[in-house]
Each structure stands twice: as structure tokens, then as C-alpha cells.
């Protein structure tokens, strides 16, 4: 292989893919562009991104693209493009690296190392020549190359401190109150959400919330309704189709980054199913809906779902999403469109660029009463002011901008299927299934699942991604925990309905479960310990999601009661806001879970969030430690 060209027109990442025409000699990451560095002495240059990533597009079509710019990176540098969502354990080290020596991180995630992989700079987006004071990237890669001369005899190899742990002085609460009082401490009251902008949805906090045992403090309970009232009616959301973007620059939550994951859809599913089974809001269950549809829509490929869609459409950030007001005029009627601006804030001047991103009234703004009706319908809602029938008008006026809206060019799909981020929708399909949500919801798991496992579990080894009928050979700990976690789910749904039918499903995750193994060390766990690359401990940031330690604690935990194994030991609860994810685990392992065994299945929604129904011949309860021959009529939901 010839390293002075841009070898990236052989990559199976759509990310690598699009870099392919730059003048750039990017490589891929490989054992034989690391040895190439070493052997011509070239520092290492690690742009880690992608294929989504509006600043990754701005810094590809400016710097990357600039002739003078790839010439000098070609002389001095060996240019290496890594896709994070192929290599996390290479973005992750990168991303602690940053972290560490700026104060934050983000994409692209540009870092300099040398050939023997010791990082020494690293920096996000730069633009190509200097401007609002901010320096041109030549300017900046002559300041990285006289730094590497001047100091390379002291820079020191790849090491990992406590940066990915809890420090050691930190005591987290000891207890689910402590852990929940917390959480409840850091809502924003005025806006929904945690405190602070950008505006992320806090999906790992929200699972566990939606997990703890009834009742609820009415603080949390607040902060719970506001912070999903808020992801749904505002700017989040994407209103037409179903679905939600990644995150909400402003603290408001009204403008996104227009990107839409997998992993968003996933997590969004999963909590507002458990959301609608404990609340009983209609309009948890609409927007639910509207996940399941997104999913569906726009994100399936076969069986299983492609990773993400674009944040710009021709390089144009929401270009695909935005409304002048001119276009909603020739679209609606004068009447449909008086009804429209009752429900959306729409204007001539716009919220974006002088266009509109569709963004509903603040929520609460014509409300006429708090709680919920009996029949479930959200008297505390936008909703509430509207009659049936102008609801239903409503949807079809959505209908009809969604039918234009497809018409225009829509953003790029990165079609990669990532395996943990498939099993964890497949998760949050099952669990829609469960509470009436998607009636086929369990049903699509076990497709999902079947898939995975065939497609993606090979030799025993499971493979992070595949696109195109071509597999990524790389193992980490986030696919075995989040598909052993999915086959926990579905051998409880087979137990409960068909006790005799179990074999194959409890073969399936007794094969996971010794692929987690490979991951274990002095007690703890590591995320990935691939040939090129070191070996990188366990993450325990649970977001976006659960990290590959939470999910493989909680997969070994709930395997352990159905297979009938020996519990796992409790486990110390984590850090409130950081390891969410892994506290959703320890609840398990603290007996925080109502334990069913019964002969029979009962219906998912009689039951609390926090349950797991076990086969036996006989009926037995256990909670907190106690068990009892009865099931106490407390535990039942009432209807």
C-alpha cells in the first residue's frame, strides 16, 4: 500500500468514505500506518469524526480540502481519519486526552501524537486561514511541529488515570433517595432538562428515574414531567415525522443540532414507554408512536437500522426541516393555517435564519388545569385547548407539510449498522410492546435480535458494525453487554409465555454472557483491547447511554436470576448525573426490583416499571430481600 495518497476510497465508513476526494493522504487506522510513522519518524495526525457531524463537513470542505493545507500536512504528517462511532476506544482515548488539556471536548476531535502514540495537542474545529481570532490550521500545525521538536524527548505514551473512573474521594449516596435527591437538585425548573445549555436529553438520569419504586418525591416528579413535556413540545422534537435530534443549543430547548441517532431514538423509546406505563399521559404515548414511525421510516434497513441521519442537507444545516412562513401560506388555507400558529410558534421573521423550525407553544401556555384525566387525556397540556376535532385537523395539516417535506432533498443517511446501538432500539421495542405502545414491539426485538446474532456473531466473535454485507472484525464491551442485556429481555418475555420454549433463547445468552468474559480484568471491566490499539479501561460516563460496564452488569445481573445462577453481590451505587446507567444495575442487584415467579404470565401493565417475572412451577415474591408465597395487592398497578 502506497501511504503517499488518500487511501479512504477503500473504507467501509461512510464517514472515511466522504474524505476520500480530499487532497489530504488520509489512512486509516491500521498496524501498518503505525509502523509507517514510526519507520519515517511523521508525527501521528488523529481527526476523529463523524459521517453526521456538521462541524466535521465544515472542516472537510475548508482546511481539508485546501491544496496548501494538505501539502503541508502530507510532508510533515501522517494524516489518519478514525470514524468514533467504528472505533470508540480510539475517539474515547482522544476525547480524555482533549478533555484533560482544554476543558472540553467535541467534533472533529483533531489530536497530534507521536509516532509512538504520546499525545501532545489536541483541538476540535479550526478554520483554514486565520479569522475572528482564531488562527489558520497551517499557522496551527507549525506551532504543533516546532512543539514536537522542541519537546519530544518528554513526552510521555498513552496512560490512563483516574479521569475514567470516580475519583477515589468521591462518595457517591448510598441509597436510591440520595442518588434521586441529587438529580433532583440539578433540574432546570424554568426550562426542563438538567441546568445548563446545550440542552442534551438525559436518557441515562431518565431510565433511572423511571425505574425507582413508587411513589415518587413530588420535586422529581416535576422535574421528571417538565423535562419530557419540554423534549417533546419544543424544539427536540421532530414534529412531522416522529423522532428527536440529537440536542438543543439553546437552553430553551428551540433550535437542535438537526442530526438524528440511532442511539436518541433508542433511548427516547425505552423511557417514554416506561414514562406512559407509569404516568398514563396520552401524549408520552403519541410522541412514543412517533418514535416507533421514525424508526420505521427513516431508519430501517432489512431488519435492522442504520446509525444516523445527517444534520445538513447540502450543506445546510436543517435545511430539509426549516418552513419560511411564505411556504406555510401557500401550503395551508388562511383557516388551517390560523389553527396552525395556535399550536406551533411560527412567524414571518422565523426562529432560525429567518425560517422556522417547528417549535409548539411553551407547554403549560393554555392550560386550563394540572394532572391527568381518568380517561388518561393530558388536561395539563397545549392539547387540552384544542377540541377532537381540531386535533385532528391538526395531524392532517402535518401530514400534509410531512408529504411536501419529503419532496425536498433530504439529508445524507450514514447507513452503518452499529450493533449495541440496534439491540438497544430493539430493547425499547420490546418494551413498547409490553405497554400497548407497538403492537408488534416485541416481535421486531426478536427480529432484531435474531439478526444480530446471525449477521453480526460470527466465529464467536461479534462484530461492532456492518455495512454492505462487509463486517467490522472489532470487539467491545458495549455490543456484548447491550445484546446480552436484549437477550435477557426476550428469554423473560419467553419464560413468562412459554415456559418450554426457552432453549435456544438461553443458549443465545449464556454465549453472550462468555463473550463478556474476554472484557474482565482484576474485578473490573475494559471497553475494547483490540491488536492495534491499546487496551482501554471501562468508561463510566453512562451518555448518551449506558456505557458497555453498565450494560454488561445489568445483563449479567438479570441473567443470573433467570438462568438461576448465583446472584450477582451488590454492587456500591455510582456517582447521581454520571453513572446513571450502572445505578439502573445495582438497583437490581440491591433486590430493588420486584421479583415475580409465577406459573403464569401477568400482564406487563399491572405491574411497576421496576419488575421481573421469572418461570416456576410455584408462585414466590421477592422484594428488598424478603420473599413471601403471595404477590401483596400494593405491587399491582391499578388500572
Given at each position: 500500500m502506497s501511504f503517499s495518497q488518500n487511501n479512504l476510497d477503500q473504507a467501509i465508513s461512510p464517514y472515511l468514505y466522504q474524505h476520500r476526494d480530499n487532497p489530504v493522504w488520509w489512512q486509516e487506522w491500521s498496524n501498518e500506518a503505525l509502523e509507517y510513522a514510526r519507520e519515517t519518524d511523521r508525527i501521528l495526525f488523529v481527526s476523529v469524526g463523524y459521517a453526521t457531524c456538521h462541524w466535521c463537513h465544515v472542516m472537510a470542505a475548508e482546511a481539508f480540502s485546501d491544496p496548501d493545507v494538505a501539502a503541508y500536512i502530507n510532508k510533515w504528517f501522517m494524516p489518519i481519519k478514525v470514524d468514533r462511532e467504528q472505533r470508540p476506544d480510539i475517539d474515547q482515548v482522544m476525547m480524555q486526552f482533549l478533555v484533560a488539556t482544554t476543558g472540553q471536548g467535541g467534533w472533529p476531535l483533531n489530536a497530534f501524537l507521536s509516532p509512538s502514540l504520546e499525545p501532545f495537542f489536541a483541538m476540535t474545529y479550526a478554520p483554514t486561514h486565520a479569522r475572528a481570532g482564531m488562527p489558520g490550521f497551517v499557522e496551527i500545525l507549525q506551532k504543533v511541529r516546532s512543539f514536537y521538536d522542541q519537546n519530544r524527548a518528554s513526552l510521555r505514551p498513552l496512560s490512563f488515570q483516574d479521569t475514567l473512573q470516580r475519583a477515589a474521594d468521591e462518595t457517591a449516596p448510598a441509597d436510591l433517595t440520595g442518588l434521586s435527591d441529587e438529580i433532583a437538585a440539578r433540574f432546570d425548573h424554568t426550562h426542563g432538562g438538567l441546568a445548563g445549555d446545550p440542552k442534551f436529553p438525559p436518557h441515562s438520569s431518565l431510565l433511572f428515574l423511571m425505574y425507582q419504586p413508587?411513589?415518587?418525591?413530588?420535586?422529581?416528579?416535576?422535574?421528571?414531567?417538565?423535562?419530557?413535556?419540554?423534549?417533546?413540545?419544543?424544539?427536540?422534537?421532530?414534529?412531522?415525522?416522529?423522532?428527536?435530534?440529537?440536542?438543543?443549543?439553546?437552553?430553551?430547548?428551540?433550535?437542535?443540532?438537526?442530526?438524528?441517532?440511532?442511539?436518541?431514538?433508542?433511548?427516547?423509546?425505552?423511557?417514554?414507554?416506561?414514562?406512559?406505563?407509569?404516568?398514563?399521559?396520552?401524549?408520552?404515548?403519541?410522541?412514543?408512536?412517533?418514535?416507533?414511525?421514525?424508526?420505521?421510516?427513516?431508519?430501517?434497513?432489512?431488519?435492522?437500522?442504520?446509525?444516523?441521519?445527517?444534520?445538513?442537507?447540502?450543506?445546510?444545516?436543517?435545511e430539509t426541516y426549516l418552513w419560511s412562513y411564505g411556504e406555510l401560506e401557500e401550503a395551508l388555507s388562511a383557516s388551517e393555517l390560523e389553527l396552525f400558529e395556535r399550536r406551533y410558534a411560527v412567524s414571518k421573521a422565523g426562529n432560525f435564519e429567518g425560517r422556522n423550525h417547528l417549535v409548539r407553544h411553551e407547554p403549560g401556555s393554555a392550560d386550563t388545569g394540572g394532572g391527568d384525566d381518568a380517561d388518561g387525556s393530558d388536561a395539563g397540556s397545549d392539547a387540552s385547548s384544542f377540541r377532537e376535532s381540531e386535533l385532528r385537523k391538526l395531524a392532517e395539516i402535518e401530514e400534509r407539510l410531512l408529504k411536501r417535506r419529503r419532496g425536498r432533498e433530504q439529508p445524507a443517511v450514514d447507513r452503518k449498522r452499529v450493533t449495541s446501538w440496534n439491540a438497544l432500539a430493539a430493547i425499547a421495542l420490546l418494551h413498547a410492546g409490553r405497554y400497548g405502545i407497538a403492537d408488534d414491539g416485541v416481535s421486531r426485538a426478536s427480529e432484531i435480535f435474531a439478526a444480530l446474532m446471525s449477521e453480526h456473531y460470527q466465529a464467536d466473535i461479534l462484530a461492532h458494525s456492518s455495512i454492505g454485507g462487509r463486517l467490522q472484525r472489532q470487539e467491545f464491551l458495549e455490543d456484548y453487554g447491550a445484546l446480552a442485556l436484549l437477550a435477557s429481555f426476550l428469554l423473560e418475555e419467553r419464560q413468562a409465555e412459554a415456559p418450554g420454549r426457552t432453549a435456544e433463547q438461553t443458549q443465545d445468552l449464556e454465549a453472550l454472557l462468555g463473550g463478556m468474559q474476554r472484557f474482565k480484568r482484576n474485578g473490573g471491566w475494559i471497553d475494547a483491547e483490540n491488536e492495534d490499539f491499546v487496551a482501554v479501561p471501562a468508561d463510566t460516563f453512562d451518555h448518551p447511554t449506558p456505557t458497555g460496564r453498565a450494560l454488561a452488569l445489568w445483563a449479567e445481573t438479570r441473567a443470573a436470576l433467570l438462568l438461576s445462577r448465583t446472584p450477582v453481590l451488590p454492587q456500591a451505587y455510582g456517582s447521581a448525573l454520571y453513572e446513571d446507567g450502572y445505578n439502573c444495575a445495582v438497583m437490581v442487584t440491591h433486590g430493588e426490583f420486584h421479583q415475580l415467579e409465577t406459573p403464569e404470565h401477568l400482564p406487563w401493565d399491572r405491574l411497576p416499571n421496576n419488575t421481573i417475572q421469572l418461570a416456576s412451577d410455584q408462585l414466590r415474591y421477592c422484594y428488598r430481600g424478603a420473599c413471601r408465597s403471595e404477590v401483596p395487592q400494593f405491587v399491582f398497578k391499578k388500572l
Amino acid at each position: 500500500m502506497s501511504f503517499s495518497q488518500n487511501n479512504l476510497d477503500q473504507a467501509i465508513s461512510p464517514y472515511l468514505y466522504q474524505h476520500r476526494d480530499n487532497p489530504v493522504w488520509w489512512q486509516e487506522w491500521s498496524n501498518e500506518a503505525l509502523e509507517y510513522a514510526r519507520e519515517t519518524d511523521r508525527i501521528l495526525f488523529v481527526s476523529v469524526g463523524y459521517a453526521t457531524c456538521h462541524w466535521c463537513h465544515v472542516m472537510a470542505a475548508e482546511a481539508f480540502s485546501d491544496p496548501d493545507v494538505a501539502a503541508y500536512i502530507n510532508k510533515w504528517f501522517m494524516p489518519i481519519k478514525v470514524d468514533r462511532e467504528q472505533r470508540p476506544d480510539i475517539d474515547q482515548v482522544m476525547m480524555q486526552f482533549l478533555v484533560a488539556t482544554t476543558g472540553q471536548g467535541g467534533w472533529p476531535l483533531n489530536a497530534f501524537l507521536s509516532p509512538s502514540l504520546e499525545p501532545f495537542f489536541a483541538m476540535t474545529y479550526a478554520p483554514t486561514h486565520a479569522r475572528a481570532g482564531m488562527p489558520g490550521f497551517v499557522e496551527i500545525l507549525q506551532k504543533v511541529r516546532s512543539f514536537y521538536d522542541q519537546n519530544r524527548a518528554s513526552l510521555r505514551p498513552l496512560s490512563f488515570q483516574d479521569t475514567l473512573q470516580r475519583a477515589a474521594d468521591e462518595t457517591a449516596p448510598a441509597d436510591l433517595t440520595g442518588l434521586s435527591d441529587e438529580i433532583a437538585a440539578r433540574f432546570d425548573h424554568t426550562h426542563g432538562g438538567l441546568a445548563g445549555d446545550p440542552k442534551f436529553p438525559p436518557h441515562s438520569s431518565l431510565l433511572f428515574l423511571m425505574y425507582q419504586p413508587e411513589p415518587l418525591s413530588e420535586p422529581l416528579r416535576s422535574g421528571i414531567e417538565h423535562t419530557f413535556d419540554a423534549m417533546l413540545e419544543r424544539g427536540l422534537h421532530d414534529h412531522l415525522q416522529g423522532g428527536f435530534y440529537r440536542y438543543c443549543v439553546d437552553r430553551n430547548w428551540t433550535i437542535p443540532h438537526f442530526e438524528k441517532m440511532l442511539y436518541d431514538q433508542a433511548m427516547m423509546l425505552w423511557n417514554l414507554s416506561l414514562a406512559y406505563h407509569r404516568f398514563g399521559r396520552r401524549r408520552y404515548r403519541e410522541a412514543a408512536v412517533g418514535v416507533v414511525r421514525c424508526l420505521e421510516d427513516s431508519f430501517r434497513s432489512g431488519t435492522l437500522f442504520v446509525s444516523a441521519h445527517d444534520a445538513d442537507t447540502d450543506h445546510e444545516e436543517g435545511e430539509t426541516y426549516l418552513w419560511s412562513y411564505g411556504e406555510l401560506e401557500e401550503a395551508l388555507s388562511a383557516s388551517e393555517l390560523e389553527l396552525f400558529e395556535r399550536r406551533y410558534a411560527v412567524s414571518k421573521a422565523g426562529n432560525f435564519e429567518g425560517r422556522n423550525h417547528l417549535v409548539r407553544h411553551e407547554p403549560g401556555s393554555a392550560d386550563t388545569g394540572g394532572g391527568d384525566d381518568a380517561d388518561g387525556s393530558d388536561a395539563g397540556s397545549d392539547a387540552s385547548s384544542f377540541r377532537e376535532s381540531e386535533l385532528r385537523k391538526l395531524a392532517e395539516i402535518e401530514e400534509r407539510l410531512l408529504k411536501r417535506r419529503r419532496g425536498r432533498e433530504q439529508p445524507a443517511v450514514d447507513r452503518k449498522r452499529v450493533t449495541s446501538w440496534n439491540a438497544l432500539a430493539a430493547i425499547a421495542l420490546l418494551h413498547a410492546g409490553r405497554y400497548g405502545i407497538a403492537d408488534d414491539g416485541v416481535s421486531r426485538a426478536s427480529e432484531i435480535f435474531a439478526a444480530l446474532m446471525s449477521e453480526h456473531y460470527q466465529a464467536d466473535i461479534l462484530a461492532h458494525s456492518s455495512i454492505g454485507g462487509r463486517l467490522q472484525r472489532q470487539e467491545f464491551l458495549e455490543d456484548y453487554g447491550a445484546l446480552a442485556l436484549l437477550a435477557s429481555f426476550l428469554l423473560e418475555e419467553r419464560q413468562a409465555e412459554a415456559p418450554g420454549r426457552t432453549a435456544e433463547q438461553t443458549q443465545d445468552l449464556e454465549a453472550l454472557l462468555g463473550g463478556m468474559q474476554r472484557f474482565k480484568r482484576n474485578g473490573g471491566w475494559i471497553d475494547a483491547e483490540n491488536e492495534d490499539f491499546v487496551a482501554v479501561p471501562a468508561d463510566t460516563f453512562d451518555h448518551p447511554t449506558p456505557t458497555g460496564r453498565a450494560l454488561a452488569l445489568w445483563a449479567e445481573t438479570r441473567a443470573a436470576l433467570l438462568l438461576s445462577r448465583t446472584p450477582v453481590l451488590p454492587q456500591a451505587y455510582g456517582s447521581a448525573l454520571y453513572e446513571d446507567g450502572y445505578n439502573c444495575a445495582v438497583m437490581v442487584t440491591h433486590g430493588e426490583f420486584h421479583q415475580l415467579e409465577t406459573p403464569e404470565h401477568l400482564p406487563w401493565d399491572r405491574l411497576p416499571n421496576n419488575t421481573i417475572q421469572l418461570a416456576s412451577d410455584q408462585l414466590r415474591y421477592c422484594y428488598r430481600g424478603a420473599c413471601r408465597s403471595e404477590v401483596p395487592q400494593f405491587v399491582f398497578k391499578k388500572l
